[in-house]
Structure formats: C-alpha cells, structure tokens
C-alpha cells in the first residue's frame, strides 16, 4: 500500500481550474517531489490530500485512508508544513513546540530523536519568539512542529521558498534523514535545482502533471541535442539564435543560453556561424539536459496542445 | 483530554498578555466605557445656568428669584436688561434658559390676576432645554404653592412625585447594565470572532485543522479564557458603578452572575458564529461592529426606549440578546427582583443561546471552505 495515491484529481475555484485530472503515487520512505512555478496547483493538491479541501473528482488516500471518508484517521498520521510560515509568532520556539507536542497528545521527550537534529540547531534560541527568528529557522521549527508526532506521511509545500541557500542544503539533508526512517515525504518547490535531491519528481504546470519519473530518467528522456551557448550581447544572441535554421528552440539559463538543435551538430560549426553573424566572445559546449530543459520542453509542448485545441 | 485543553488555553493566554492591543480593550475600554457614559453621557445636569429678564424689579419677583436658586441646581447668570440683550444671549450661545418675568408682577399676583411667568430655552439642544424647562416650571410651582397656601384658596391639588428605584433619576442607574451588556458583548464575541479569525489569516487553523484536535475542542480552547476574561469585566464594572456612581446591587448577586455568565455564552456562540463566515480579522471586527454592537446599543433599550420606536424598530430589538439581557439587569440590579419575576426574559435568554450554539456548532468548518 502506498504512502499517498491520488487517482484523476480535478480542483476548480470558479472559473479557475486549479487542478485537472492530476494523479500521483508516493512510496513509505520515498521522498517525491512536485516541481512547479507559482499557481501550478501545488498547494491546492497538498491541502486535498491533507484533508483541508475537498476535490471535485478524483479519489485519493493518504497513509490507507480515503481523504473524505476517514479523514480523522488521516489527521492523526500526517504533519503537514503550510507554505505559508504558519506557526505563533508572539510564542517562543519552546513554547510553539510544546504546544503541537501537546495537541498531537504527545511530549518533546518522547520523540526527541527524530526532532534531535534539527532541534539542536534551534534550541540556542529556544526562548525567542518565532516571529524574530530568520527565515531558516523559522523553517527549521515548523519542521520540528510538523516531525513532533512521528507522522507517518509528511507533507511540506514549499518549504524552501525565502529561505537562504545555506539553510535550504541543509534542511534537504535533514529531509534525505527522516526519509531513511521510512517516513513518506511529498515536497513541493519551484526550484529546478532541488529537484535532483528527490527520488521522484511529478513536474506540474496550470494544474497538470506534465510528466512523473525520477529525475536522472527525466533528464535522459530529452533526447534532443543540447548546448550552452554564451556571447557578449546575450539578447541579440537569443534573437540571432532563434532566426537560424538549425535551432530547434533556445531559451536562457542563468548566464547561459540553451539551444536544442533539429540534428546533432559540432558546436564548432555553430560558433563560426555566429562568427560570421558578427557576435563576439562566443563561448558555445554540448550539454546533457537538466530537469528545467525538461520542465520548459514539457510545458511548452503542453502549451501548443492547448492553444490548438 | 483535558491537557490538550489546558495547553490550548494558556497558548491562548500569551496571546491575550503579549498583545498590548488586546490587553487595553480587555481592560482599558471597561473602564474607559463606564467612566465616559458616568461623567460625559449624561442626561442630568449640575449647576445649570439660567439667565432673568425680570421687567417687574419688586419684592416678589426678587422672591422668586431667589426660590429658583434655592434648590442648588440653578445659578443665575445673568440679569437681563432689554428685550435684544436676551436676544444676543441666545444666539451667543451663552443663555440656555431665560425666564422673564412680567411688569407688575407683585401687585397683579396679589390682586388673584393671572400671571404668565414666561420659560425661554435654547431649543436646538431639545433633551436640554426639555429637562431645563421642566426643572424650572417645577420651582415655579413651587414657590406659587408657598405664595396661595398662605392666601385663603381652600381646593388645590398637590401633586406628589416619587421616582421609584431611582429616586434622583439618575442616569448611572441605566447605564451601568447598559455597559455590562455591551462590554460582555464586545469582549465576548468581538474578540473571540477576532481570535478565531486571525488564526485562519495567519495559517494556523490549517495546522490546527490537520491534527487529531476535534472542532468542538478548538472553539472551546479559544473561548474559554475570554470568557473568564469577560467575566471578570462584569465585576469590574459592577463594582465601578458601585462605588463611582453608587449604583446599588438590591437583588440576589448570585443570579445576577448567573444571568451574566449565560449572556456570555450567548455572546461566545455569537462570537464563534460571526468567524465562520469570516476570512481575516478585519472582516470579523466589521461584522460584529456593525451586526452586534450597533444594534445592541441603539436597539436593545439601553439608549433609547424600545416602546417609542417603529414596529420594525421594535422587531428587530427583540431578537437582540442585550434587549432581554439589559431588562434582567435592571430587574435584579435595581429593583431586586427575584428569579420568578424575570423568568419569561431568562427562558427567552436560554433559547436563544442553545440556537446559537448550535449554528456555530453546525458552520463551524472542519475544512478549509
């Protein structure tokens, strides 16, 4: 039996169809990740499978129990991480965790090792109220709030976002932690770069799946040639790019441009012909496809399907 | 169980005492309330002024004079000359009551001629000029009555009046339940409907939502402490009236409380209902402003009476809480009426509760929408 299992979920607030037939599974002990820009549908899917919102198709089971029928039983088994920093800014840190310990019908003491090595990053500022705390460890205790009842599925929805890029190393190593216990963890983030850390990822986009694997088969499902090509004037490159015959499409990446080409070429070729185009400090290497090349390639594609129709 | 309800209550409390904002309406505004409504609300007056035109100048007139000022509430403030002296007072703004006397006054009043003592009162401030006139036109009586009874009129009536409970009318007597009635309100279903609403705006509910916490737990915990608190404020503001304002307690303080404590279910339900249907804190404070207090104070006979308003008015006040609540208090408080004789408006008082406890029951959301 699955962690989490949700069949052909649909969600619409209004006019607005936040989720569309979305189906995913979690393991015991697999810690997936959904991968989406703001107003995917992420957290419309996390407030589903923790009971908060009822969807308008679709089943779904979380931890054996159907997410409407046994919802309590549900309650008891998950933590659950909002997106929004949601924990009492005018308590302390102690006095937040003692309150969730309390409520879950549990103590600090009782489940002190699994909450041990994030507590202990915490505990220095265990008297200071949780509003003055950094975004990192604001993250940090309502991790501990969310672990405090040894839940058996956890799910945190973006729980990264705002958070420095020490903090987020560091909390994704926690998160590889708890996973080995046989905890089921569903995360969700928008950043690409965090996708690689999952087991699994689900990309999602206007409320769609667009495609569910692990990201190294993700990555290799791209099957087109890539490079990363870089000159002085990066805008007039990406024009100068998308007007050639060979390209199949170019998009930026950081500093970088990413161009797909219809056939494999040398990039030497490439680079004289943008010699001759007249671009200067051409810098130009054959890359393998990152999860983003993936995620721009699936929506884009998505997105043409859906105009057309 | 209980340990659940005891961490929700005292996670409550920090809220309650680390909020400076909270803390003043909890206890700040009892006090402001009763203080303001004792000392600037007020329909009695001290030391009113009054000015005279007297056109007679003889000894009766002097005699009357001095009676009006015999009774300590008048003090002449001016003795007016001409007819555009009074005239200018009034627009000024300085004269709020004249009282002209006619010429020849003493000698008509002696020949059994009648006599028209003539009241001028600022008329743009009626409730004023109201109680003025018919504090003066009483002196006037008065001193008439004096003057014939030793003259040889054998039939008079004397008219004999006694504010019963109340005998100075004064108006602490009305507004110290009015008071108890709206603070009990506010700190009751204001502020639990405001709590409520802020954990939905700061995304605790969800968390609270999603742990093994039944619905009915969670509005307990929240509503417990104000409800102690609100407690608390009644005393505070019997016991303000009684020594400030010597309020009297004549009934049984024991059903006083009782009575008390059932209004603030009543208010809490109301409170719990109000943030079912509201989203954020500000949502919830309109609402019970404008759905609770407005009309618990205009409507429920605290300032105005019920009986002289329109049908609909009259409706619409008697679905109030407050309206029966005020009625009680005034029962128990002043005329020290017993439980028999207030038993209609506390059965009215009890039925209403129970509905309200069971819509906010029923709305209470055990999901996000």
Redesign the interface.
């Known amino acids: 039996m699955s962690a989490i299992t949700a069949a052909h979920i649909s969600k619409s607030f209004g006019e607005v169809r936040a989720l569309q037939d979305v189906s995913l599974s979690v393991e015991h002990g697999e810690l997936f990740g959904l991968i989406g820009p703001d107003g995917a549908g992420k957290s419309t899917l996390f407030?589903i499978l923790?009971?908060?919102?009822?969807a308008d198709e679709g089943e779904a089971s979380v931890a054996g129990h159907p997410v409407v029928k046994e919802?309590?039983k549900i309650?008891?088994k998950?933590g659950?991480m909002?997106g929004?920093?949601?924990?009492?800014?005018?308590?302390s840190v102690q006095?937040n965790l003692?309150?969730?310990a309390?409520?879950?019908?549990t103590t600090i003491e009782a489940n002190y090792e699994l909450i041990q090595d994030i507590y202990v990053q915490i505990e220095p500022f265990k008297t200071r109220l949780a509003g003055k705390l950094s975004g990192g460890m604001k993250q940090k205790l309502a991790l501990c709030?969310a672990l405090i009842h040894k839940p058996e599925v956890l799910f945190l929805d973006e729980p990264t976002t705002g958070v420095d890029a020490v903090s987020r190393k560091e909390f994704w190593e926690m998160l590889q932690r708890l996973k080995e216990k046989g905890i089921a963890i569903l995360v969700s983030t928008p950043y690409m770069d965090e996708a690689e850390l999952c087991d699994r990822i689900a990309l999602i986009q206007h409320g769609k799946i667009l495609q569910t694997d692990s990201p190294a088969r993700l990555r290799t499902s791209y099957t087109h040639p890539l490079y990363a090509v870089k000159a002085a004037d990066t805008y007039r490159l990406l024009k100068g790019l998308r007007e050639a015959i060979y390209t199949r499409s170019v998009l930026p990446f950081g500093g970088f441009l990413h161009l797909s080409t219809r056939d494999i070429m040398d990039p030497e070729q490439i680079k004289n012909d943008l010699d001759r185009k007249g671009f200067s400090n051409i810098e130009i290497k054959k890359i393998e496809a990152t999860v983003e090349d993936v995620f721009l390639e699936l929506s884009e594609t998505d997105e043409l399907k859906t105009a057309t129709r | 169980m209980f340990k659940v309800f005891k961490a929700f209550v005292q996670k409550e409390l920090y809220h309650i005492l680390r909020d400076k904002r909270t803390l003043l309406i909890l206890f700040g505004m009892p006090v402001a309330q009763v203080l303001i409504f004792g000392y600037a609300v007020t329909n009695e007056f001290r030391d009113a002024y009054l000015d005279i035109y007297d056109q007679a100048g003889d000894h009766m007139s002097q005699e009357l004079v001095q009676h009006l000022q015999s009774s300590g509430h008048f003090q002449v403030n001016n003795m007016i000359r001409s007819d555009k002296q009074l005239e200018d007072g009034f627009k000024a703004g300085t004269t709020k009551l004249a009282v002209v006397i006619p010429v020849d006054f003493a000698s008509d009043l002696s020949n059994g001629k009648s006599v028209s003592v003539q009241l001028l009162a600022d008329g743009s401030d009626p409730n004023n000029a109201n109680t003025l006139v018919q504090y003066a036109s009483t002196m006037i009586t008065s001193f008439q009555k004096e003057r014939l009874d030793q003259s040889e009129n054998p039939y008079q009536i004397g008219v004999q009046t006694r504010m019963l409970y109340n005998p100075q009318l004064a108006s602490a007597h009305n507004f110290v339940p009015g008071t108890i009635a709206l603070i009990l309100l506010i700190i009751s279903a204001m502020m639990t409907s405001l709590t409520i609403a802020r954990e939905k705006e700061l995304g605790t509910m969800e968390i609270l939502l999603v742990s093994p916490l039944p619905p009915l737990l969670i509005i307990l915990g929240k509503v417990a402490p104000y409800a102690a608190l609100s407690f608390i404020d009644a005393l505070l503001v019997l016991i303000l009236g009684y020594f400030v304002f010597d309020v009297p307690i004549v009934g049984n303080l024991l059903l006083l409380l009782a009575v008390c404590f059932l209004y603030v279910v009543a208010a809490l339900a109301l409170g719990t209902l109000i943030s079912t249907v509201s989203k954020t804190q500000q949502d919830a404070m309109l609402r019970s402003l404008m759905g609770l207090m407005m009309p618990s104070m205009l409507l429920s006979g605290f300032i105005f009476p019920l009986a002289s308003m329109p049908k609909v008015l009259q409706v619409l006040g008697s679905i109030i809480p407050a309206t029966y609540f005020i009625e009680i208090l005034k029962g128990v408080m002043l005329r020290g009426v017993g439980f028999d004789l207030v038993v209609w408006e506390v059965m009215i008082l009890v039925g209403m509760t129970v509905f309200l406890l069971f819509m906010s029951y029923r709305n209470f959301k055990i999901r996000l929408e």
């Not at chain 1, 309390?102 to 019908?105: C, N, V």
């Open positions: 407030r923790t009971t908060l919102l009822l919802y309590k309650r008891r998950v659950y909002p929004k920093f949601s924990l009492y800014q005018d308590l006095e003692t309150f969730f309390t409520i879950f019908g709030c």
